[in-house]
Nanobody, 123 residues
């Protein structure tokens, strides 16, 4: 069982940066693939990025602006978000699943979820 807690969301202006954190419980954090998803009002939850050992995958909409990383010594994953746009406004969720191969860009592929943190980007 893994418990995930996101933090770092907030209200920023377009062009600003934010760093989200996802703290995980448990002693096997390094064996999980970790991902970020987001859900805007009235829209389906969408993939943002994921990281396995060190390999990363990004959605096209955030590529070049967002960076996913993890610190296995701290059981924490991060999402550095730069050049934020109003279209990035959403609730951001972190997710985890035991390590497996594949793109892992679908929410049903993840077993554990955090409660979400709101990111609002004003124009």
């Amino acid at each position: 069982q893994v418990q995930l807690v996101e933090s770092g969301g907030g209200l920023v202006q377009a062009g600003d940066s934010l760093r989200l954190s996802c703290a995980a419980s448990g002693r096997t954090f390094s064996t999980y693939v970790m991902g970020w998803f987001r859900q805007a009002p009235g829209k389906e939850r969408e993939f943002v990025a994921r990281i396995s050992w060190s390999a990363t995958v990004y959605a096209d909409s955030v590529k070049g602006r967002f960076t996913i990383s993890r610190d296995n010594t701290k059981n924490t994953m991060y999402l550095q978000m730069n050049s934020l746009k109003p279209a990035d406004t959403a609730v951001y969720y972190c997710a985890a699943t035991p390590f497996r191969a594949g793109g892992l860009a679908r929410d049903y592929q993840y077993d554990y979820w955090g409660q979400g943190t709101q990111v609002t980007v004003s124009s």
